[in-house]
């Protein structure tokens, strides 16, 4: 494509040493950039690819978009008020628009969205349609495909338009249902991505190292269903604090359901009940009502398949395909999954207050009587530390006996971030909170800490097989560690 082409809709400040040359790619990082690519210099928080337009020019970059003009260039330099924001106009353009030949349905929120990614997945695939699927994990392309790469929850804006593009003309799949996170809104990664449907699970605390306020986190995810619009439908969890918030930003000709458990909601769960086996409850519609036995378990698990079927109803999917889908599954990988049976060890990715209050309340209606609820966990570094006392307060309320660890402590030290836990516990008795910043040796002492009649939930990493260290990242997987723990026990 020429760069005149490129930019032909793309708002500018100004163009210098402008020529008519050909764009063969997009990068961002002066390390691969190819020859024929645009180098887009993005300004972040530690780094300004404008310092690095040159070793791009030397590498082939063929044109640049810049922020402010560049000295001593020869290449064309297309000036715009924002790279960060503007990459995605141009990635959408080069890979031409994937997304207006595709029926994609964004979910955001705070927890949930990984699972509900492949709720949805398994109903359509029910339905004999083909279904691609993009988030935390990577992206693949069915739910018994391998997962690929992604380097964040929602990819940069030409990695995603490339594989958009990819999942339409190669694989010939016309669905897609994708994770879309506040940053990538924010930060426009999924600028050009025409949405038909937005699903929302909750909003609560993480993410305020970046967003600083409640009101921004919000504002960040209402960008999804501010964009959307007719014909086009939003499912919205009417129970969550934000709900009338998020309703409010939905257009006025855009469908709108809710679901719920305590509120009244168009699609709702009642008589919940929990065992060592799933969640059942009983499935109340306008017009109708369903049993519904999950292999899943927990409140939160019955929130996701509520956004699942929810989803369905709003594409005209049979609800009895979608709940034969739902009944199915056993799961996500790292989400409220069982390592071990005797003690009950589940390894879940809870990171933030919200989520570890969830999902210790869901192991603790699965604890046996005369069973203690054991709970291992850390905090993240360089993130939000506000979370850090709220969830040491959390779990020394829910569970009776905690491990605190570190998580992926990052640059910083893992002992303040321990410190930081501490504070909201109200008493360190030393019956019943351990500390240990080594996440392996935290694990290992649950042999001597735990009987068979316990149930234990290893929070905060779930499906990550690695842990971020001050200078190196090495491999940690919360399962295996787990397994080796318990290895020869009943499982």
């Known amino acids: 494509m020429r760069l005149d082409e490129l930019i032909e809709y793309l708002k500018y400040d100004d163009l210098i040493n402008f020529k008519r040359v050909e764009i063969t790619g997009i990068s961002y990082n002066s390390k691969t950039t190819k020859k024929g690519d645009i180098f887009i210099c993005l300004v972040g928080e530690h780094t300004d690819g404008h310092e690095y337009a040159q070793m ?11 922020e402010r003009p560049l000295e001593g260039i020869s290449v064309p330099q297309v000036q715009v008020d924002s790279t960060r924001h503007k990459i995605a106009d141009i990635a959408d353009r080069f890979y031409s628009r994937p997304s207006l030949g595709l029926n994609l349905i964004g979910i955001t929120g705070t927890n949930g969205k990984t699972t509900v990614t492949h709720l949805i997945q398994k109903i359509f695939e029910e339905n004999n349609e083909k279904c691609a699927l993009i988030g935390t994990l990577g992206y693949k ?20 338009q490339a594989t958009l593009r990819m999942i339409k003309d190669v694989e010939k799949i016309d669905n897609v249902v994708m994770e879309v996170s506040s940053h990538s809104l924010e930060q426009n990664r999924v600028g050009g991505c025409r949405y038909n449907g937005a699903i929302l699970t909750n909003l609560t605390q993480d993410h305020l190292d970046y967003h ?21 439908f939003a499912v919205i969890n009417s129970d969550d604090e ?13 469908r709108t359901y809710t679901y719920g458990v305590k509120n009244d909601a168009d699609v709702m769960a009642k008589d919940i009940k929990f065992s060592l086996n799933g969640a059942e409850f009983k499935l109340v519609l306008k017009d109708a009502e369903y049993d519904v036995n999950l292999h899943m378990n927990g409140m939160f698990s019955v929130y996701n398949v509520l956004a699942a079927i929810t989803s369905a109803i709003a594409m005209n999917i049979d609800i009895k395909i979608a709940l034969k889908a739902l009944q199915n599954v056993h799961g996500v990988a790292g989400r409220f999954e069982v390592v071990n049976k005797k003690p009950l060890v589940i390894v879940d990715y809870a990171h933030t207050p919200d989520g570890l209050e969830n999902v210790l309340k869901s192991a603790r209606e699965i604890t046996p009587e005369g069973g203690k609820l054991i709970c291992v966990f850390g905090c993240g570094g360089d993130r939000d530390a506000t979370k850090r006392p709220k969830m040491g307060a959390i779990a020394q309320k829910l569970a009776d006996k905690i491990v605190i660890t570190s998580d992926n402590p990052r640059s910083e030290d893992p002992q303040q971030i321990i410190t930081d836990i501490i504070a909201g516990l109200q008493s360190v008795d030393p019956d019943k909170v351990t500390v240990e910043p080594d996440r392996g040796e935290a694990i290992a002492l649950l042999k ?25 990242t090495i491999h940690f997987d919360d399962r295996e560690q787990a397994r080796k723990v318990f290895a020869g026990s009943v499982i």
């Open 56 to 66: 791009a020019i030397d590498n082939g970059a063929a044109a640049l978009l810049v």
């Open 212 to 232: 600083i306020t409640m009101e921004n986190y919000f504002k960040a995810k209402a960008l999804l269903f501010e964009r959307l619009t007719e014909n086009d």
């Open 448 to 472: 001597s800490i735990s009987d068979n009649n316990d149930v234990v939930v290893i929070a905060g990493k779930g499906h990550e097989d690695y842990q971020i260290l001050k200078d190196k």
């Open 242 to 254: 934000y709900a009338q918030k998020f309703m409010d930003a939905v257009p006025e000709d855009v």
């Open 141 to 160: 392309l069915s739910s018994t495909g391998e997962y690929r790469d992604a380097k964040h929850t929602t990819p940069q804006a030409p990695e995603l």
